[in-house]
C-alpha cells in the first residue's frame, strides 16, 4: 500500500475530512447549513455549459483548497465566526469529492482529472 500514492492521499483525506467533521461539531455550528451548503460548490460545473476549458477552469476555482482556506483564515484574523461555517463546509466537500476519486479537472474533458480519469 505505501507504494500507491493514490491509495495513501484517499486515506488522509478521509481522515482529514473525519477531522474537520469533528471541528465543525466541536464548534457547535449548524448541521441544517452544512446540508444546504455542501454542494454549493458544485454549481461550478455550469462552466462546462460553456465549454470544458471554461468548465474545468471554474470547477477547479471551487475545488482547490486555497479558497477556503483563506475565507478561514480572513474570519480568524477578523473574528468573523459566521464565515468559518462555509469555509469548513467548502473543505469538507472538497475532501470528500477526493476521497471518491474526483480531482482537479483538465480542460480536454470533465472525466480527466489529476487524480485518475473517471
Do not use: C
Not at 6 to 21: D, F, K, P, S
Not at 39 to 46: C, I, R, Y
Not at 80 to 92: K, M
Amino acid at each position: 500500500m505505501l507504494t500507491r500514492p493514490a491509495v495513501l492521499l484517499r486515506i488522509e483525506e478521509a481522515l482529514l475530512l473525519v477531522l474537520l467533521l469533528l471541528l465543525y461539531h466541536d464548534l457547535h455550528l449548524s448541521w441544517i447549513l452544512f446540508a444546504i451548503l455542501f454542494l454549493a460548490p458544485d454549481l461550478s460545473m455550469l462552466g462546462y455549459l460553456i465549454s470544458p476549458r471554461v468548465g474545468s477552469a471554474l470547477y477547479n476555482l471551487g475545488h482547490i483548497f486555497v479558497l477556503p482556506v483563506i475565507l478561514l483564515l480572513v474570519a480568524f484574523a477578523m473574528h468573523r465566526h459566521a464565515l468559518l461555517a462555509p469555509g469548513l463546509i467548502w473543505l469538507a466537500h472538497i475532501l470528500l469529492d477526493r476521497v471518491l476519486g474526483y480531482g482537479l479537472k483538465y480542460a480536454t474533458a470533465f472525466k480527466d482529472t489529476h487524480l485518475q480519469r473517471i
